[in-house]
């Protein structure tokens, strides 16, 4: 059985610099005579410089019988800071800070994350080799239960630490290893000196990981081009009205999932192929060419790069090496913070700790505090107890009254009549449902792709219908795509990463024509509001979930003459009623069905929220966990008819769905979840490995910040202890000039 895979957030325990943006044109802001000004060194940094401080930090990484001596012939590349990498921090992001500081603060500010960032590489290269091993956190690492051997990692039983496997490096890691891979012989100095920068990182990445780096590399310097392409070709994106909100996470998979074996190629347009690049509408070798002319005149104009370089082969260029060495330290340093993870004495005992603390708040609250609370969920928060009481979630899919039914709405003077009534639910019934994802087709990104031509084996995971498709066909077949969406979650086979409850098996409900040239045009379907509700909400749910999970006959048929009767009753804006029935209770991703399946009570909110996604007009509840929270006692904000529905809600079983028509169109609201007098969610350690569990939920979005604690304390402890007149050595006269004398 495959585990499901987490996405956790990296811990940051420190402000890593990134080099220069390569997006800056236009002035020159160094001049090519000052490029060896710009090599003058302005910061040394040498932790071997000081044995009592080094010894005192390897005692906060509890390494208390520390010998300095295991580590002598050691030869840090890292120690010496340019003027450069100041003026390169600035403009990527020190420049922001001004104003609120003065610039010889900004640029001191600036020295000191430099020096830090690099005091604490050096103190995980050092720890690395002082051990020779390396050992890591996979949560702070997002390392999954991948098999693969060039992942790199071998698991540990509880998957929580992982120690790299000898054959994934290019070396074993021994102080020898290091010293002969580091032994590069240039005749160019400063060439010299980057490569065996970057031979010194590299040493302690693994060969996916180095794929990784060069992937963001390579992505951003074609991401660069690309802009100045766009004005070659003049296209300008137009984002109005064209924005439509993702699903979290959308398009994103962790480090190992995001590594790739190949690596895409930087396209400058002399290549006779793209290298797994994709081009612009309208793209030529021309087009390119100019682009990437353009953008190298930028880096010239700008010192990133030297006249006399040969600009053939991008990837030679010593601004390219500079790059490439950012993101190694970027990715060494994540990697030591997993590795600090790795000694916290008891995390177990520190989520357990943390779920007792909420459970005792959550059980004392006020009725308001509380639906405060709900609505603040969040796919990295819980919902562990309730005070005594019913409370719920529901999700709200709105589709709207139309510019002509808006404006005979506003005839009626009357607004709170029987007669506005009963002319509301009239025009109601003449609503048309619009699939509202076509910015995922047309707009800035296109996050569409042909389901018919990919191996989708990510469906017998979330839907038990068996057609001859993978994915659920309209009812308006003649008309419908065959077009999903997030390609990376749902249509890599092999390495699918699925988006928390979302199905992902709706086909966009309309027309897709692909103009060949790498754009697509999309008309959506118009579905009358019975028909949406019968053949795509409840059709969608029967493809999901199988069509003996939904009630054959409606609580309620629909009925769009019920009368007014008192007031503040508002049952006549209920115009449907129906359910979805043998529900489990399991609200959390994972197999927990036989093996094979999520439970009936996850897939049928993957298959609502979706729904949300794709229809609902109502952008606030786009990436609510549940929807909205409610309970049977607090007044609401809401128009008076969502506040007696969702109260309605709260008398009937989890599942049960209200079609409810208000003055901006009709709501179906789904109860996606319920508690009732003081529910109580168990935490069970014994049940952390269960996936699709709340203990599982619980520990994996609760572990990071326990982490992040211990990992947050021994980073400052260390580097309290290390910052020294010994280790740092200042020549603020060198670049004094940057920021005035």
Known sequence: MTQKR???????????????????????????????????????????????????????????????????????????????????????????????????????????????????????????????????????????????????????????????????????????????????????????????????????????????????????????????????????????????????????????????????????????????????????TVTRTRAFTQFLSSLVNNGLIERGENYTDITKLNYYLIECITQYESFLATKFSATIATLSPDIDAGVEQEYNRLKAIQQSMSDSEFITTMDSLTDTSAIVATPNGTYGYMYNLLIPFNASQEAQLKGYEDKQSATYYRARNSLAQGIVAIDQRTPWITGATNYSFNADNVKASYVTKIATNTTNKNYFVSSNANNTSNYLFFNENFGQYGRAEGLTRYAGLYAYNGIVIDNNDGTLIAQPNAVPIEDFMKKEFEGYLKYILGDSNIQTTPTQAFNWAKSYTTQNNYSFSIVYKNKVTNLDQNYYSGIVSGGTTFGTSYRALSAVNELVFAYSTDTGSLNKPYGYGMSTTAPTEYVAEFEYAGKELLQQDEGTYFAVVTDFGVHIMYLARKYTNGAVETYNKTEVGKVGSFSNFFYNTTVNSVIGTFTSNTHNQYMEQINTNKTIKLYTNRYKDLYGR
């Open 6 to 284: 987490y996405k956790i957030k990296i811990i940051a325990l420190l402000m890593l610099i990134v080099f220069v943006s390569m997006f800056f044109v236009g002035c020159n802001l160094i001049s090519t005579n000052n490029t060896k000004d710009m090599q003058q060194i302005v910061a040394d940094v040498n932790l071997q410089k000081d044995e009592p401080a080094l010894s005192n930090a390897f005692k906060t990484l509890q390494v208390n019988d520390f010998d300095n001596s295991r580590l002598n012939g050691i030869h840090l590349q890292n120690t010496t800071i340019i003027k450069r990498d100041l003026l390169s921090a600035y403009l990527s992001y020190g420049y922001q800070q001004v104003g609120s500081m003065s610039m010889q603060e900004v640029f001191r500010t600036i020295m000191t994350n430099l020096t830090n960032s690099r005091l604490n590489l050096q103190l995980a290269m050092l720890y690395y080799l002082y051990q020779e091993n390396i050992t890591v956190n996979t949560v702070v690492l997002n390392v999954t239960g991948d098999t693969d051997s060039t992942n790199g990692y071998t698991l540990d039983n509880n998957n929580a630490t992982a120690k790299m496997q000898k054959n994934a490096f290019q070396e074993e890691i021994t102080r020898e290893n290091f010293n002969k891979h580091i032994n590069i012989n240039n005749a160019d100095a400063m060439r010299q000196n980057l490569e065996r920068l970057a031979a010194s990182y590299r040493f302690f990445l693994t060969e996916r990981e180095e794929n990784y780096i060069l992937n963001t590399v390579n992505t951003s310097i074609n991401t660069a081009i690309d802009r100045y392409e766009r004005l070659e070709l003049n296209l300008v994106v137009d984002t109005t009205d064209k924005s439509r909100t993702t699903p979290t996470g959308a398009n994103q998979t962790n480090l190992y999932n995001l590594a790739k074996d190949s690596i895409v190629g930087i396209y400058t347009g002399y290549e006779n192929a793209t290298n797994g690049y994709t081009k612009l509408p309208g793209s030529t």
